[in-house]
């Protein structure tokens, strides 16, 4: 158990470094505005998503989201952390339980990292942005991220195709004969090569494998090793994201705050007006909302 989790801290620590480096790297200043997540379940089932803030594992949240349901996040100016979905879940009355995937701890509200293989949306707030969707930990569900109204680059990242129907038979995770995961190499094998660390602990030396670049065909804007930060990581500027479970990159999504609809659009340009969106759309953050735990709020 103690090898499972200082592996898994490993994979946590590699991927959120990543981010803070690039921040630094390009002189970021924290920001003094708070900003806000959606986050929505578009999968045909009941997800439990998970919410950790860098550097303070043993407090997180968590909490249920059916089917087609939506929740709010309020983060605070500068925040990093990261979000996920817990699968096949069963919690009792005081809030204490099991998960088939993505569990961190055995209450409702996290108390340690996720233990692969799941699959991650991580973050670094600040005056710029800096957002990934990562399979370095495996792959659960498909998540993607939307930027809302932003400045600069605002691609619309995540991994929208699902890995389950085409995992390797060693990274495979089943239940009752049906794959509920994929791990990744370096949880299924935990090598340095794979894991990218001792002599493979740089980008020059640790490279894509066949693993990960089996990730990339399926997820190609999405993190599919430790070291995959070209394309994957995007900076950015905006007030609201919306992070979406079982959607696709191509789907629009909207957000209604202050009476108004402001949809994410095609990448460096300004959001779209009400009219003229056509098609179908995803619409989300309906003005008729209850508090959940002070930052949290679910329609």
Same mark, same amino acid.
């Given at each position: 158990m103690?090898?499972?989790?200082? &592996?898994?801290?490993?994979?946590?620590?590699?991927s959120?470094?990543?981010?803070?480096?690039?921040?630094?790297?390009?002189?970021? *200043?924290?920001?003094?505005?708070?900003?806000?997540?959606?986050?929505v379940?578009?999968?045909?089932?009941?997800?439990?998503?998970?919410?950790?803030? &860098?550097?303070?594992?043993?407090?997180?949240?968590g909490?249920?989201l059916?089917?087609g349901?939506?929740?709010?996040?309020?983060?605070?100016?500068?925040?990093?952390?990261r979000?996920?979905?817990r699968?096949?879940c069963?919690?009792?009355?005081?809030?204490?339980?099991?998960?088939?995937?993505?569990?961190?701890?055995?209450?409702?509200?996290?108390?340690?990292? #996720?233990?692969?293989?799941n699959?991650?949306?991580?973050?670094?707030?600040?005056?710029?942005?800096?957002?990934?969707?990562?399979?370095?930990?495996?792959?659960?569900?498909?998540?993607?991220?939307?930027?809302?109204?932003?400045?600069g680059?605002?691609?619309?990242?995540g991994?929208?195709?699902?890995?389950?129907?085409n995992c390797?038979?060693?990274?495979?995770?089943k239940?009752?004969?049906?794959?509920?995961?994929?791990? #990744?190499?370096?949880d299924?094998f935990?090598?340095?090569?794979?894991?990218?660390?001792?002599?493979?602990?740089?980008? /020059?030396?640790?490279?894509?494998?066949?693993?990960s &670049?089996?990730?990339?065909? /399926?997820?190609?804007?999405?993190a599919?090793?430790?070291?995959?930060?070209?394309?994957?990581?995007?900076?950015?500027?905006?007030?609201?994201?919306? /992070?979406?479970?079982?959607a696709? &990159? *191509?789907?629009? /999504?909207? #957000?209604?705050?202050?009476?108004?609809?402001?949809?994410?659009?095609?990448?460096?340009?300004?959001?779209s007006?009400l009219?003229?969106?056509?098609?179908?759309?995803?619409?989300?953050?309906?003005?008729?909302?209850?508090?959940?735990?002070?930052?949290?709020?679910?329609?």
């Open positions: 103690a090898q499972i989790l200082g &592996r898994h801290l490993h994979l946590f620590m590699l959120s470094v990543l981010i803070l480096q690039i921040a630094m790297a390009a002189g970021q *200043n924290t920001s003094t505005e708070a900003k806000s997540f959606t986050l379940n578009n999968c045909n089932e009941t997800i439990w998503p998970g919410i950790l803030t &860098r550097g303070n594992n043993s407090n997180g949240y909490f249920a059916q089917q349901q939506t929740a709010f996040y309020n983060a605070t100016a500068g925040w990093s952390g979000m996920w979905a699968t096949g069963s919690f009792d009355k005081n809030g204490t339980g099991t998960c088939q995937t993505g569990s961190c701890g055995t209450s409702i509200n996290c108390t340690v990292p #996720s233990n692969p293989p699959t991650i949306a991580e973050f670094t707030l600040g005056d710029v942005d800096f957002y990934d969707v990562s399979l370095v930990d495996g792959f659960n569900l498909p998540i993607v991220i939307s930027p809302i109204d932003g400045k680059n605002c691609s619309i990242a991994c929208d195709g699902d890995l389950r129907q390797s038979s060693g990274l495979a995770v239940s009752d004969e049906k794959v509920i995961a994929c791990r #990744s190499a370096c299924a935990n090598t340095d090569e794979y894991c990218c660390r001792g002599a493979y602990a740089d980008p /020059v030396a640790c490279l894509p494998t066949n693993y &670049r089996s990730f990339k065909q /399926v997820c190609p804007a999405a599919s090793y430790a070291f995959d930060d070209s394309i994957s990581i995007i900076t950015c500027s905006a007030s609201e994201y919306v /992070v979406t479970f079982c696709s &990159r *191509n789907q629009k /999504v909207c #957000s209604y705050h202050d009476n108004k609809l402001v949809c994410n659009t095609s990448k460096g340009s300004k959001a007006p009219g003229g969106l056509g098609g179908w759309i995803l619409v989300l953050a309906l003005p008729l909302t209850y508090n959940l735990k002070m930052k949290f709020y679910i329609s």
